[in-house]
């Protein structure tokens, strides 16, 4: 299964535990902020913060809590001023991963994701060193048991898809990022139900992972970015048969 649909698919589960314990909530407090910084408070006029919005609705963030986030992004209630930063990295077999965090602390933030990395035996690279592999896409996965393939196809294709693929559980969809929400409606509107809907950087190329001890340390690697606090997104170009991910995940 390909990097970018399998360890969404494992970070939308994990996610679903973490807002228990309200985890998932401050990290798109941070999105949210960000996004009411750099294009206003009104969702209707800036698609980041609709998007984020969205994702903190999923997440069953309170309404006031949302709006809070808003207003720090807006300059209306004071709070802290994050920062993004892109990190660059590879993983165990030469995967490529790139880490987006955004942190009120940069010289906290770089020496702690070096160390994940190093931990997991992979390396912090150079900016730019793996950012080329990747392109930003609308990713949205389905189920294969939940809907006939030929029918998706002709839904996807015609609300604005780039392209659709069966992975074994899902079938992953691709988009350029401008017709992500058109793409998101037509299937809400259909009723078909959406395991993963995001907009994520998909790699062009993928490394094949067939060794089980690998994979283990690629997965362990994925999670302590996910773990950490000032951590968004991470993405990789691993590719690991449904079998060993069944066994390592």
Partial sequence: MSGHSHWAGIKY???AMDAKRGKVWSKVARMIIVAAKNGGGDPAANLALRYEIDKAKAANMPK?????????????????????????????????IMVEALTDNRNRTTPEVKRIFERHGGSLGPSGCVN?????????TVGTASVDEDQLMEIALSAGA????NTGE????????????????????REIPVEVAEISM??????EVNDEHTAKKIISLMEAFDDHDDVQNAYANFDIPDEIVGRVS
């Fill in 202 to 207: 998909v790699p062009q190329n993928t490394v």
């Fill in 64 to 96: 006031d809590t949302i709006e809070k986030a808003v207003k720090r992004g807006t300059g209306e209630i004071e709070g802290a001023t994050f920062e993004e930063v892109l990190y660059e990295g590879y993983g165990p077999n030469g995967v490529a």
């Fill in 132 to 140: 080329w592999m990747f392109s930003k896409k609308g990713l949205i």
């Fill in 13 to 15: 589960k994990k996610a």
């Fill in 170 to 189: 899902v079938f992953e969809i691709t988009c350029d990022p401008n017709a992500y929400e058109q793409l998101k409606k037509s299937l809400q509107e």
């Fill in 162 to 165: 780039d392209d659709m693929d």
